[in-house]
């Protein structure tokens, strides 16, 4: 005989939790009806279903914005990993699904050296087939994309802070920092550093790990120069250098490149000073496997 057994099950309603997320993200309901196209008196009968649901008020209501109570705050951490696996799960399933192929979606902050960006796309080809998306932007901007699982890798010249609990980096170079220039500048590779004294140079902004560098290396070496551009895309950076503009302080490894392309020569090495790279990745429960084995594997040693 068979034996009917009965469990006590409490269904969340996940658009309910939605919309409580979508409110939480907006800070007012009004702004949420609004990003979410429905009537603000709708709204609220369903978040007021989704606290009796719960037993629990989710927020605290203050002039005219909404404040998460600590019941909140544990549903909106919650209701975050909930969507973020739900938006991870869609794009790897397409990924997946399209054209065979895996799509990687790599980050590079446009201070790190574009030959470094390149070998990373490489060395994921080798891995497998896939189809590369590359993007850039600022550090902060592309670490929230990274922990949101909108990129698969990041390049950055700087590591994550703690308050990027969920992301993974590792060193992968350590490069020794020249001093570059065009041919008319030649002559102050005599008396390297003290050449530099007044010199033009076009360096990092000042949000820069390698700025902060440079510029404890003028100090220490009493060195003053005329700085006349801040610039933080590398190739914005050799092109002035190039057109003589200023000189720039470069990866030795660019370095190499640019001296054998003929559009700059070095002056000297800054000693001391390094540009450190760093690749990154994000704590993921379904793994994209290329971009998992570029990360276990890449190296430029």
């Not at 019941?71 to 054209?99: C, H, K, P, T, W």
């Not at 070095?266 to 001391?272: E, I, P, W, Y």
């Amino acid at each position: 005989m068979a034996v009917k057994t009965t469990q006590n099950f409490q269904w969340l309603n996940y658009h309910h939790l939605h919309y409580f997320y979508t409110i939480a993200q907006e800070g007012s309901i009004a702004k949420a009806a609004e990003k979410l196209n429905i009537g603000q008196p709708t709204l609220s009968t369903q978040l007021k279903q989704l606290e009796e649901s719960l037993g629990k008020p989710l927020f605290e209501r203050s002039k005219q914005r909404l404040h998460l109570t600590e019941a909140g705050r544990i549903a909106f951490e919650y209701a975050q990993q909930v969507f973020n696996l739900g938006s991870e799960m869609v794009e790897v399933l397409q990924d997946r699904l399209q054209n065979n192929r895996m799509h990687v979606q790599i980050g590079a902050l446009d201070s790190v050296p574009k030959d470094i960006t390149h070998k990373v796309i490489m060395q994921a080809y080798k891995a497998g087939n896939c189809n590369i998306s590359v993007v850039e932007g600022s550090g902060d901007q592309l670490l929230r994309e990274l922990e949101n699982h909108h990129v698969d890798l990041l390049l950055s010249n700087y590591a994550p802070s703690v308050d990027f609990q969920s992301v993974y980096a590792k060193s992968i170079a350590k490069l020794p920092v020249v001093v570059c220039a065009s041919e008319k500048f030649k002559h102050l590779k005599k008396n390297f550093p003290q050449s530099l004294e007044g010199q033009p140079f076009v360096i990092p902004t000042v949000h820069s790990k390698l700025r902060r560098e440079i510029d404890h290396y003028f100090q220490v070496n009493g060195i003053k120069v005329d700085q006349v551009a801040e610039i933080q895309d590398t190739s914005l950076q050799t092109l002035l250098g190039s057109e003589g503009v200023g000189l720039i302080p470069v990866a030795d490894a660019v370095a190499k490149k640019l001296t054998k392309e003929g559009k700059l020569i070095v002056l000297g090495t800054m000693k001391g000073v390094y540009e450190e790279i760093w690749l990154m990745a994000a704590n993921r429960k379904i793994e994209n496997p290329i971009a998992a084995q570029v990360m276990k594997e890449f190296s430029l040693s």
